[in-house]
């Protein structure tokens, strides 16, 4: 039998053991923003009762301290009959993280894939709670792959460099 005592990648040896090796600590969720528009109420037409859902996912990260980073999951959520606005939702869900001891494009993706997935349950359920409270079946969003997503908008974001006309020379 061997013993498997292998460091977790991203560690060192001698830091993780005394707390002085890259960190990943969540210190808060909390509702940033919060919208719900129902223009018509519960007096919906009986064809309204079907309607189409238009979902829009957004984040974004502020650096709020030394180590410490705002990320904000939006979340839009608009159900529409035709033209009539059956309800709009907007969830702002928002998360402290203090991420230290990465490099940058660790923490870029930290950012911008893990702590979006932390959030996502927390603004699952506010989602389905604003739904319902307004007078709605509740609505679950679908999964989400963050991981995917922040692949292919680094991808996406390489493209555009790669694009971009080179500076000419200075006259």
Do not use: C, W
């Given at each position: 039998m061997t013993d498997n005592n292998q460091i977790p990648a991203g560690t060192t040896g001698d830091g993780a053991a005394n707390g002085q090796g890259p960190t990943v600590a969540l210190q808060t969720v909390y509702i940033k923003d919060l919208s719900f528009e129902s223009p018509k109420g519960p007096f919906l037409p009986a064809q309204a009762q079907d309607p189409k859902i238009a979902l829009n996912l957004n984040t974004a990260t502020t650096s709020v301290g030394p180590d410490a980073h705002e990320v904000v999951l939006?979340?839009?959520?608009?159900a529409k009959n035709g033209d009539l606005a059956v309800?709009?939702?907007?969830?702002?869900q928002a998360g402290i993280?203090?991420?230290?001891?990465?490099?940058?494009?660790?923490t870029r993706r930290?950012?911008?894939?893990?702590a979006p997935n932390l959030l996502f349950p927390y603004v699952r359920q506010t989602v389905s709670d604003?739904?319902?409270k307004g007078g709605?079946?509740?609505?679950?969003l679908p999964h989400v792959n963050f991981d995917s997503l922040f692949e292919r908008s680094m991808q996406e974001q390489?493209?555009?460099?790669a694009q971009a006309p080179a500076p000419g020379p200075a006259n």
């Amino acid at each position: 039998m061997t013993d498997n005592n292998q460091i977790p990648a991203g560690t060192t040896g001698d830091g993780a053991a005394n707390g002085q090796g890259p960190t990943v600590a969540l210190q808060t969720v909390y509702i940033k923003d919060l919208s719900f528009e129902s223009p018509k109420g519960p007096f919906l037409p009986a064809q309204a009762q079907d309607p189409k859902i238009a979902l829009n996912l957004n984040t974004a990260t502020t650096s709020v301290g030394p180590d410490a980073h705002e990320v904000v999951l939006t979340v839009t959520l608009e159900a529409k009959n035709g033209d009539l606005a059956v309800y709009v939702a907007e969830v702002k869900q928002a998360g402290i993280f203090v991420v230290r001891g990465f490099g940058p494009d660790e923490t870029r993706r930290i950012l911008g894939a893990f702590a979006p997935n932390l959030l996502f349950p927390y603004v699952r359920q506010t989602v389905s709670d604003v739904v319902t409270k307004g007078g709605f079946p509740p609505f679950l969003l679908p999964h989400v792959n963050f991981d995917s997503l922040f692949e292919r908008s680094m991808q996406e974001q390489a493209a555009r460099q790669a694009q971009a006309p080179a500076p000419g020379p200075a006259n």
